[in-house]
């Protein structure tokens, strides 16, 4: 019924930037909270950012003034705004939604992930 498809991912060199974006389609009546997770081989996915519908957004540590999450609720899609990137940003990112459906259930979805990786 819904889908997060995400794109922008690649191979940069360390210093660089790249920008990931994600769409959701479906049977959406609202999004509430969006945002990037990622993770890499042998470790848990852990959070990069999160943005409400409101715009208030929340960042981990190790991104903070590097990466910058922002959304478009017109086309369902959320973006980050990677600058800075470092080797350990090396990872699988995922976008993630909690979406409200047309008959008004909410669920949780993820989209494929995409690779980013950052060489020295």
């Known amino acids: 019924q819904v889908q997060l498809v995400e794109s922008g991912g690649g191979l940069v060199q360390t210093g660089g930037y790249l920008t990931l974006s994600c769409a959701a389609s479906?049977?959406?009546?609202?999004?509430?909270?969006m945002g990037w997770y990622r993770q890499t081989p042998g470790k848990q996915r852990e959070l990069v950012a999160t943005?409400?519908?409101?715009?208030?957004?929340d960042y981990a540590n190790s991104v903070k003034g590097r990466f910058t999450i922002s959304r478009d609720n017109a086309k369902n899609t959320v973006y980050l705004q990677m600058n800075s990137l470092k080797p350990e940003d090396t990872a699988v990112y995922y976008c993630?939604?909690?979406?409200?459906?047309?008959?008004?259930?909410?669920?949780?979805?993820w989209g494929q992930g995409t690779q980013v990786t950052v060489s020295s």
């Open positions: 993630n939604a909690n979406i409200r459906l047309r008959d008004f259930r909410t669920y949780r979805y």
């Open positions: 479906g049977s959406i009546f609202s999004i509430n909270l």
């Open positions: 943005i409400t519908s409101g715009g208030s957004t």
